[in-house]
């Protein structure tokens, strides 16, 4: 029973955290700087991860990068994150936020990291005009030869759209996407 007592307390510490509840914001400014900041570094680490993968999304009409943490208490799971997306003709970003609610027995947070890859503008535009609800669960039956081709790592999870999903430990094979919403952040935009 102690044990469980700490799960729930970290768990809402996790979230709590992960919300900014409670805390003093940064200014917009530096918001935006820190989204950048992260962006880079996951975009280094996809590109470090799956070979190919930088040469893909130079191809794509542009790209969203979020960051996330999700917590699973019981059999409740959500998770909520920030992050931008970026139009490759302009250079144009947009700075959104994201957050998904679901089910699953378990306990645990995970710290996660997509990239979606947009083949066309209309689909970058869909995504962030119109704010984006995912509805599906995708799983990535994927192989890794000596080439390693970025798009056999990657997740169609609507025409025009493939998503890497990148966890701590690497390169996650399976995304769950289902109950996920995406919007732009308007302080920051």
């Known amino acids: 029973m102690k044990r469980l007592a700490w799960v729930i307390l970290l768990s809402f510490v996790c ?3 992960a919300t900014g509840f409670g805390f003093k914001k940064d200014s917009p400014s530096e918001r935006r700087a820190e989204i950048d900041k992260a962006t880079s570094e996951v975009l280094a680490d996809l590109y470090r991860e799956v070979p190919g993968s930088k040469s893909y999304i130079d191809r794509a009409a542009g790209y969203a ?3 996330s ?4 208490v019981f059999v409740v799971s959500t998770a909520s994150g920030k992050g931008k997306a970026h139009y490759r003709s302009s250079g ?7 957050y998904s609610a679901g089910g699953g027995v378990g306990m645990g ?3 996660f ?6 083949e066309n503008e209309a689909a970058l535009n869909t995504f962030v005009e119109e704010g984006w609800t995912a509805g599906a669960q995708a799983d990535a039956a994927a192989t890794h030869d000596d080439e390693g081709d970025a798009a056999a790592l ?3 999870v609507s025409p025009g759209v493939k998503l890497f999903q ?3 430990s690497g390169l996650a094979l399976q995304a769950t996407i289902q109950g996920t919403k995406y919007w732009k952040d308007d302080e920051l935009n």
């Open 109 to 111: 947070v995970k710290d």
């Open 166 to 168: 990148l966890t701590e």
């Open 69 to 72: 943490l999700g917590i699973n």
């Open 92 to 98: 144009k970003d947009v700075y959104m936020k994201m």
């Open 65 to 67: 990068v979020f960051s």
């Open 154 to 156: 990657a997740i169609d």
């Open 15 to 17: 979230l709590v955290g």
């Open 113 to 118: 990291r997509l990239v979606f890859a947009f």
